[in-house]
T-cell receptor, first 114, second 113 residues
């Protein structure tokens, strides 16, 4: 069964460093998302991406964040200068076009900023 | 922005018991979804509901999309130890919001054998 894959599974980085989280969405899906989950809290929407551009972003997704689809298969989230409070699980999700379609999530990347 | 109220926050039950959890919203959604999350894993879709009033089952799981489109419940019958995890409701709208999900805070389920 096709699935969303994310790498790495765990990333430790020093405060102020740039990180890139990678995702390979399901191949025939056209909507891509990033979500964040701080330990013990709910899953929060960061950004949605469609047709090679951001279609919506939350207030969490500030200028430190960017997304890119560098080729036909990868979808990346970049945090330019990490802060301690960026430590969280980051989930990528993808969805087919049309209504009545569900988003499928990857296993997540645990980002730890020290 | 839209907020979901999910309850209860946690449940500790005996194996074999039935479980019920629900979500309410101050605004309407086109779709309600229920996900389960195991520790260190991503949310896994359990049930998707697309029509107000819809009642859908998936094995021992039953979920309903409230008639007002502002609420949903999930029932688990005859719970087993592998039901342990965190259950999240999520509301979804299409069109302008591009289908992004608004999640509830989760219900943590513990099952005692």
């Amino acid at each position: 069964e096709p699935e969303v894959t994310q790498t790495p599974s765990h990333q430790v980085t020093q405060m102020g460093q740039e990180v890139i989280l990678r995702c390979v969405p399901i191949s025939n899906h056209l909507y891509f998302y990033w979500y964040r989950q701080i330990l013990g809290q709910k899953v929060e929407f960061l950004v949605s991406f469609y047709n090679n551009e951001i279609s919506e972003k939350s207030e969490i997704f500030d200028d430190q964040f960017s997304v890119e689809r560098p080729d036909g298969s990868n979808f990346t989230l970049k945090i330019r200068s990490t802060k301690l409070e960026d430590s969280a699980m980051y989930f990528c999700a993808s969805r087919k076009t049309g209504s009545n379609t569900e988003a499928f999530f990857g296993q997540g990347t645990r980002l730890t900023v020290v | 922005g839209q907020q979901l109220n999910q309850s209860p926050q946690s449940m500790f039950i005996q194996e074999g018991e039935d479980v019920s959890m629900n979500c309410t919203s101050s605004s309407i959604f086109n779709t309600w979804l229920w996900y389960k999350q195991d520790p260190g894993e991503g949310p896994v879709l359990l049930i998707a509901l697309y029509k107000a009033g819809e009642l859908t089952s998936n094995g021992r799981l039953t979920a309903q999309f409230g008639i007002t489109r502002k609420d949903s419940f999930l029932n688990i019958s005859a719970s087993i130890p592998s039901d342990v995890g965190i259950y999240f409701c999520a509301g979804q709208n299409y069109g302008g919001s591009q289908g992004n999900l608004i999640f509830g805070k989760g219900t943590k389920l513990s099952v005692k054998p």
